[in-house]
Structures are given as C-alpha cells and as structure tokens.
C-alpha cells in the first residue's frame, strides 16, 4: 500500500497513469507531480464519471417538465407527453445551441455598453485605442463619420450594436457584411436572425413542454439562433474589441507553462472577457507595480494566459500564454501561481479546491460568474486602473507563502506569432497600400494553396489533449492547406510550435511554402479566441467579394474542424459555420445519436439547405482525406482544378519531352 502522501485523492481506488492523456511534456510532468501533491484533477474526476449515461449521450433524456424525466428506449419509443426522439433530441440540442450563443454574445453585449460609456465621456480609463477601427467599422454599419466628434460615431455605433441584441421583427444589421447569396438562403429558409436575445428567449419557448415538435423546425432555429451569434454576437465582440483595445497585428510571444517565472510574481488570467485582463497586462509594467513586487523579494510581475483570456490579450499585446482549457489545473499545480484572476466560460469549478493544495489564491472578477471557495474582487469599473493594480499588489503579497518544496516549473516553451486579424492578413497580402485578399484568390486558383481550414474549438478529457488537433494541422498544412486557427486549438499549436514562421518550412506543401515565403507568414495563423471565429467569416466573405471564387462562401474550398470540442459554445460556431455554407468536421460526437431523422439532417440535409454540413470523423489522418475530398470537390465546382502551371521548365519536364 502507498503511503498518504502518494496515494490518490480521486473517488476510485485504482491508480491510473493519465499522462498519456497529453501529447506535450509540461502537461505529462505536471499531471505526474498532480498525483504526487494528492490532487485530483480532471482526468481523475473523468475515470469517476467513467461510465457516462447513455441515454444523454444518445440525446435522449427529456427533463424539460415534471411530468418526466423521460428518456426514449424501444420498449418506451415516447415520453409521457408523446414526444418522441427526435422531438426530444432536437430540442436538447437547440438549448446547447442557445448557451453557446447566449455566452458569446453576452460577452459582445458588455463590450458594446462599455464602448457606449467610453463615447458617453464615461470610460473611466478605457478609451477608443483604434480610432481606425472605429471608422473601417462604423462604414461597414453606413454610419456618418465625416466631419464628426469620434465620441459621436462610437455612441452610433455601440447604440446600434446594443439594438442587435433587442431589434423584435427585422434582420440583424450585421447580416449585411455577409456575401448576397449567403443572405438570400438565410431569407428564404427564414433563418435570417431577429434581435440575439429575441432568438434566445424564443428557443428556450419552442422548447418548453408542448410547443415546437416538429424536429426540423427546431433544428431550424438552432441554425438560426447560430447566425445570431456568429453574425451578431461574435462578430459584435470582436469588432468592439478592437476599436476599444486595438485591431490585432502579429506580434511575438511564448506558450506553455514554462512561460512562469521562477523568480517572478505568477498571475494567470483566465476566462473570456478582456476587459479586466486588458487593464492588468496595460499596468503591470507601470514602475509603481515594479517597485512592489521587488519589495516584495520577487523580480517583476509575470502575466501569463489561460484559454481565450489569453488569446485576447496574446493577440493584443503578446502575453505569454501558460496553457489551454485542460492545463487549468495543471498550470496551478508547478506550484509557482500567486494568483488566478478568473472572468467567465471555461473556469473550471475545481480550481479552488486544486489551489488549497498551494498558495494560489483564485480571484473571481464577474457579478455573474462565482466560485465556492474562490475570492470575489468584483472589478471596480468605475476604477479599473485602480482596481487592477490592486489584485496585482494582493498577489505579490502572496508571494511570500510560495512553498519552494512544491515548486516545479516544467521548462518546456515555444516561440510563436499571433495577431492575425483580417486587417492584418489583408495587409501583409498586399502591403500597405494595396491590402488585400487578392494574392490569397491567385494562389488558391492557381492551386499552389488548395484550400482554407479553420481548425477551431477546445480540449475534451475523452480525448488526448491537442493531439488531434496538432495531427490534423500538420497533415492539411503538407497537402497545401493553409490553416486558420482560434480558441484552444490555437494555443494547442502555439505550444506545439506551430506558429512561428519557419515552421512546416520542410514539411509545408511546396506550393503553401512558396506562399508563405513569400509573404512572410507562417502556414498556421492565429486569429483569435473563440468570438473571433467571426474573424474566419469575415475572412471568407473578403475572398468572397474579392472574386475568382464564386459569390458565396459556402462555395468555397473551405472547411471547418472542431476537433477536441467539449463547450455548448462550440456547437453554436459549427452550426453558424454549417448555415453560412462551411463544412464542419466534428472530432468527437454530438449527442444526437438518439434520433436517426436528428442525426439525418444535421449530418446530411443541411448541405441541401445550407451548402455545408457536420461530418463525424474521429480519426485526424481520415479527418484529412475527407477534408481534401470535400475542397476537391468545391475546386471541381468553382472549374480551378488545373494542375498548378509550372513556373519553369525543369529537368524533369525535359527528361519527359526527351521520351
Ligand atoms: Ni472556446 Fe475559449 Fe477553449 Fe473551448 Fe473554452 S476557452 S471560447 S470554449 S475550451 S476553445
Ligand atoms: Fe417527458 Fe414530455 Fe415532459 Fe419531456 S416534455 S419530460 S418528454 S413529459
């Protein structure tokens, strides 16, 4: 029998080795030292919940009013009130569609009433940091700006992004940046959103006990509701972003958790929203914050990231970034964390519990969002400079209670390059005078790039973190695809190396190769965290109207991945991918199984309406022969299959000529 010290604290008995659960080093070493230091972490609460329920996993368990629960077999092909499974099923997985989009565009809505108070004079501290951003975006919306105050066209502007949450019988204004063909099969299959909260609310009736039975009605608005967030919600999150904190532009930085300092005060900041983190990473170099944590003995302050808190604020101001959603935990278990600033989706609710076994103090920022066992500094808006200063000085006091018996810092890191926002794509394309999309088209036409994938989403314990993902985007980058990544996928390959530019230079395509050479970008581009999604909509409606590729962009030799996804919010974006004509691969199941009518018209009859649809494919090598298919076929359709026309004439083509 193991002593105390090293025996597990999980529910089960068994000692399970689950570093296999992780394909990079620092993940493996801190999972190891989690079950030296007795902590359960996720993998262990995994094996608990080892047998999960089939009935939910098939989709099929009904608990929607009190004369259920009901749940479907073949001996009880109905629930009490006669719905059947696909009624039910249908029903499951529009509410998962409403809580994904309900948390992205939430997120949207706060950063439209802060853009709102900061044109009111009302800032307290935030400003508009890209008045080029205000205007680029403030024409998209034909809002005036000639000869107008800049505080003036931003009220206009967050005025009518705060209307696209509550507008009752029209169209979302932001529908309009969208290709016309795109707009016409939203109109015609009536999946042309309303107001963002209208679709919500109106899904959570249709779903309510006798309502709506008709499960491709619901479906229908599962899709429609999507739209709300991609082209409402999502899109509204990142354009105010940028106006408010900046319009990304590649810049350097470092991923994994060897990005903690060793001699540094460690604070992660982790969550979604960037308001707070923004302030935090804008003074923590201030000299006041400097001289604190020196008299506190430590050498400076280290900010580092955790899910897409740290994309925004990587992408903004090159923050290293100490993990993705399944390194949480782990990121608290080196042992070397004063504090974990949490903000909201994705905080696990075990960090406190892995905290008391350290120093780390855990810090929730949101009215909405608060943890047994965490501590809640409500972020003073009215004060943010103020306020962020504050936590930052609370966790270099904390300092002094790291225990350096239980501090292990896994060494590994890599360089890397974020900042891809379109503008940015735009102008490294084309320069600054002549930023576009074109040189993109002409490759993808002249098949030395084959096609676009978006590899998107987040880490799931029943799979082996990041390694779909890192699998996918080096097979798609060989075959001469270029790849657009957000969320945790993205940092999965920023601590994989992937996003640096000399990578994939042996193993890229050599047509891709040449491409990004030229251009100066790597084969893998960060966009974002997972709101700007709309980024890889908004790209593919610019290559759109760029022309060569046909008018919309469901036709277009693109494909959508979500390959480790685990969050309802990730649902929400596939099916906004699906209804804006992008073929999405899922790497792990919905959970629809339960009606083959549910399953039939989200796998199948979605690419008849809408141009594109999901596609269940486990595996990342098959995943990458059904995605070549799928771009095969949309080249064969836009008549761009050409060979690629040979630049020179080789030795090869003259040994040819010679038989
Ligand atoms: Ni996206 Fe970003 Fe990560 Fe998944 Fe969560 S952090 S919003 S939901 S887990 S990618
Ligand atoms: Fe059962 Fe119908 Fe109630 Fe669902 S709505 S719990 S199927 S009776």
Redesign the pocket.
């Known amino acids: 029998m193991a002593s105390d010290k090293t025996e597990p604290k999980g529910q089960s008995n068994e000692v399970v080795d689950h570093t296999s659960k992780a394909v990079d080093n620092a993940s493996k070493e801190m999972i190891k030292k989690a079950r030296i230091d007795c902590v359960d972490i996720c993998y262990d609460r995994a094996d608990a919940q080892r047998n999960q329920c089939a009935f939910g996993k098939s989709g099929v368990c009904?608990?929607?009013?009190?004369?259920?629960?009901?749940r479907i077999t073949p001996k009880a092909p109905?629930?009490?009130?006669?719905?059947d499974a696909a009624?039910?099923v249908a029903?499951n997985f529009l509410r998962e569609v409403v809580g994904g989009t309900a948390s992205h565009s939430d997120h949207g809505r706060h950063l439209a009433l802060k853009l709102r108070n900061v044109a009111l004079g009302e800032g307290n501290g935030y400003t508009i940091r890209d008045e080029k951003a205000l205007y680029r975006v403030a024409k998209l919306y034909e809002i005036e700006t000639e000869g107008r105050e800049v505080n003036d066209i931003a009220l206009d502007l967050a005025n009518l992004f705060i209307d696209e949450f509550t507008v009752q019988e029209y169209p979302l204004a932001t529908l309009k940046l969208a290709p016309l063909k795109q707009q016409s099969i939203w109109k015609n299959t009536g999946t042309a959103p309303f107001g963002i909260d209208r679709m919500c609310v109106e899904a959570m009736h249709r779903t309510h006990?006798?309502v709506d039975h008709d499960y491709k009605n619901i479906l229908m608005h599962a899709f429609r509701t999507s739209l709300a967030d991609g082209w409402g919600g999502a899109r509204i999150a990142s354009m105010t972003s940028d106006i408010l904190f900046g319009t990304p532009n590649p810049i350097k930085s470092e991923a994994n958790m060897g990005v903690l300092g060793a001699n540094t005060v460690n604070i992660l900041v982790h969550g979604h929203e960037p308001t707070l983190s923004e302030m935090l990473a804008a003074t923590v170099n201030d000299p006041e914050i400097l001289e604190y944590a020196k008299s506190v003995g430590a050498e400076g302050v280290t900010i580092a990231g955790i899910c897409c808190t740290a994309n925004e604020v990587l992408m903004r101001h090159g923050v290293v970034v100490a993990g993705n959603m399944l390194q949480q935990e782990l990121a608290i278990v080196t042992g070397a964390v004063e504090m974990m600033v949490i903000d909201v989706q994705c905080c696990m609710p075990s960090l406190p519990e892995v905290a008391a076994r350290y120093h780390t103090e855990i810090v929730s920022t949101s009215e909405i969002a608060k943890m047994h066992g965490a501590t809640h500094l409500g972020f003073d808006e009215e004060h943010p400079v103020e306020s962020a200063k504050n936590i930052i000085k609370r966790a270099c006091d904390n300092y002094k209670n790291r225990d350096p018996e239980k501090v292990q810092i896994p060494n590994d890191k890599s360089n890397l390059i974020a900042g891809f926002s379109v503008e940015a794509i735009k102008y490294m394309l084309g320069g600054k005078f002549r930023a576009s999309f074109r040189p993109l088209n002409d490759a993808i036409i002249a098949n030395r790039i084959f096609g676009v994938v978006g590899i998107v989403g987040c880490n799931n314990p029943k799979q082996t973190a990041d390694e779909y993902a890192t699998i996918l985007t080096k097979e798609l980058i060989k075959r001469n695809i270029l790849v657009l990544q957000t969320g945790c996928a993205a940092i999965a390959a920023g601590k994989a190396g992937m996003l640096q530019p000399e990578f994939g230079l042996e193993d890229a395509g050599p047509g891709l190769r040449e491409i990004c050479e030229a251009v100066g970008i790597p084969p893998v581009l960060h966009l974002g965290s997972c709101v700007d999604n709309s980024r890889i909509l908004e790209a593919a409606s610019e290559i759109v109207f760029e022309g060569g590729l046909g008018d919309d962009i469901g036709g277009l030799p693109a494909v959508g991945v979500a390959p480790e996804w685990m969050s309802e919010k990730a649902i929400a974006i596939g099916c906004y991918f699906v209804a804006s004509g992008v073929d999405v691969v899922l790497g792990n199941e919905f959970y629809v199984s339960g009606s083959e009518n549910v399953t039939k018209f989200l796998f199948e009859d979605a690419k008849e309406i809408f141009g594109g649809s999901f596609h269940l494919i486990e595996d990342p090598y098959e995943a990458t022969d059904r995605i070549c298919e799928i771009i095969n076929e949309a080249r064969e359709a836009l008549g761009i299959n050409k060979k690629a026309e040979r630049k020179l004439f080789d030795m090869q083509d003259r040994r040819e000529l010679d038989v």
């Open positions: 009904c608990r929607i009013c009190h004369m259920g629960p009901c109905k629930g009490i009130c006669g719905a009624t039910i029903r006990m006798g």
